[in-house]
């Protein structure tokens, strides 16, 4: 079993940053992928950023080059890294993790284990 659990969102004026951390707990050894995604309100879930245990990441067209993915192993926690905020951003994030099944690392499919989310709100 694996749990996750995130922290680190909060409100914030645009353009600002929030990082959020994701903390894995169980038996993680065939988990290769750990993401981050969102949903906003009145939308589908969507991938944000991937990172795989080889290192390989991926990021959402729409948070490229102001969202940065990161782990430490040795704390099991997950980070996002998230600057230049805009009211689009407004979302609840969650972190997951799972075994790779598609080509595209942001494909949910990858996912079977999510954590139960943490609030960003972007004014």
């Known amino acids: 079993h694996v749990q996750l659990v995130e922290s680190g969102g909060g409100s914030v004026q645009a353009g600002g940053s929030l990082r959020l951390s994701c903390v894995v707990s169980g038996y993680t050894r065939s988990r290769v992928c750990m993401g981050w995604f969102r949903r906003a309100p009145g939308k589908a879930r969507e991938a944000v950023a991937v990172?795989?245990?080889?290192?390989?990441?991926e990021y959402a067209a729409s948070v490229k080059g102001r969202f940065t993915i990161s782990k430490d192993n040795a704390k099991n926690t997950l980070y996002l890294q998230m600057n230049n905020l805009t009211p689009e951003d407004t979302a609840m994030y969650y972190c997951a993790t799972g075994i790779r099944v598609r080509a595209s690392l942001l494909h949910e499919a990858n996912f079977d284990y999510w954590g139960q989310g943490t609030q960003v709100t972007v004014s």
């Open positions: 990172i795989e245990r080889d290192g390989s990441i």
